[in-house]
């Protein structure tokens, strides 16, 4: 069985968890050790935390690596990113070269998966490394892009030659042939854990706070691409035309917050704010949430991952249609939990439109208002969605996905074999 390193900017620190990148190195890790393989994780991590530390009993070795410029950067992975990234690039190849060596002396292969632009020269560098030190056919090096971010900051014809080139979905398979880049499509999974059921108590709870006011949840970045804006003039129409709705939402430290925050002044929305510990359970929200009135409860708090499932389960809908969505994550995450999701049109490619979530065809925010409608006066397809939603996400755990990531890793060494 071969080694693998994953190499990324996010990670599991709290640092360094900004968005799906972590969720899916995290997942990632977990399930390859699960299957077996011995995993290296190196990212930039929390400067206070080791450098090096082990899990799993010791299959899972965590290395943080630019602490020395995180400490001059405290807010979060993505501070300081230029001067991170030029770190990263210089200094992580040869400590590849080394890993890579040492699994060879001991006859084992490895396979190391780099992750967006940040790591794109990484690749490009440990490959020359690899080619100097005669050790090119010891490694498969695959580079993966999430999304768009940072395109303009690869020199794609050296990292074709230097790595294969795998992506997400259809949408970003399109993106990637845009500048030239012929990419595999190998699909992000989710942990089996987003399968597991809740107690019952633990959405009910949340129902009963929400009483007979349709609530939406919404949790992302706080992004242009995230259709804020969208989210929040449909809460105002569903108020205009006297449904008494509420948006529940979890944005990020961004700038573009008030940005959201202007259009809500804007459309004369309310405001509450809940302010939990992140080790709230789903009754203690359950109980902020009963008292607030607002058009708006921005939830001003970490927000547990069971207390999430159980938001997404409990809610009418929860908003994820990006403008651009490399491939949906979340989606999967509330068709996992139980939940419906109003998802986008792009990188979504297991979405079925009132099949297993409901797809926003047009940018008019009135459409929410629309296929709410036609849920509450049809139970029975709510029910469905969210039945068929729970099977498709089980297609999607990573355990499944494993497999066509394997095959794509042989693809790969037989590509580096002709190479070395």
């Known amino acids: 069985m071969h080694d693998v390193i994953l190499v990324s900017f996010e990670g599991p620190d709290r640092y360094s968890f900004v968005g799906g990148l972590a ?28 450098a090096r530390e082990e899990r799993a009993d010791g299959r899972l070795i965590l290395e ?39 699994s060879a002396a001991a006859g084992r292969r ?45 020199d794609f014809a050296l990292l074709r030659r230097a790595a ?15 500048v030239g880049v012929d990419a595999a499509i190998l699909p992000n999974g989710i942990a089996e854990r987003w399968l597991r059921p809740l107690s019952p108590s633990e959405p009910g709870s949340l129902r009963a706070a929400f009483g007979e006011r349709p ?10 691409d995230k259709r804020w804006l969208w989210a929040i ?22 700038p573009y917050a008030e940005v ?19 080790q709230a359970t789903s009754d203690e929200l359950a109980s902020a949430v009963g008292s607030c009135h607002g058009d708006i409860v921005f939830l001003d708090f970490f927000i547990p991952e069971r207390v999430l499932r159980a938001l997404y389960q409990a809610a009418e809908g929860v908003l994820a249609n990006s403008e651009k969505e490399p491939f949906g994550l979340v989606g999967l995450e509330v068709m996992a939990s139980g939940g419906i999701v109003y998802v986008g049109r792009t990188g979504e490619d297991y979405a079925v439109p009132f099949g297993n979530c ?45 497999d066509g990531y394997e095959a794509a890793w042989e693809t790969a060494f037989a590509l580096s074999a002709a190479a070395g």
């Open 260 to 278: 959201v925050g202007a259009r809500i002044r804007a459309q004369g929305l309310s405001v509450d704010r809940v302010a939990l510990s992140a």
């Open 110 to 154: 490895t396979v190391v998966l780099f992750e967006d632009w940040q790591t794109a020269e990484a690749a490009i560098n440990t490959a020359g490394l690899l080619v100097a030190r005669g050790l090119r056919a010891a490694a498969a090096l695959l580079w993966n892009a999430n999304n768009t971010y940072g395109f303009d900051r690869v």
């Open 215 to 224: 609530s939406f949840v919404k949790v992302a970045r706080f992004d242009q």
């Open 358 to 402: 409901v797809v926003m065809q047009s940018d008019d925010p009135r459409e929410l208002l629309t296929a709410y409608q036609t849920l509450r006066t049809r139970p029975e397809l709510a029910v469905a969605i969210r039945s068929d939603g729970r099977a498709t996400a089980k297609r999607f755990v990573w355990s499944r996905i494993l």
């Open 64 to 102: 943080r690596w630019s602490q020395w410029i995180s400490v001059y950067h405290p807010r979060d992975v993505y501070d300081g990113e230029d001067g991170k990234w030029r770190d990263f690039s210089r200094t992580v190849p040869p400590h590849l070269v080394e890993l890579i060596g040492a």
């Open 164 to 178: 294969s080139i795998t992506t997400i979905s259809r949408y970003m398979r399109g993106e990637l042939a845009a």
């Open 23 to 50: 969720t899916r190195m995290n997942d990632l890790a977990a399930a390859l050790v699960a299957r077996g393989y011995r995993v290296h994780h190196i990212f930039v991590g929390d400067p206070v935390l080791p």
């Open 233 to 254: 003039d449909a809460i105002a129409i569903a108020r205009s035309a006297g449904l008494h709705s509420r948006l529940l939402m979890r944005g990020s430290r961004s």
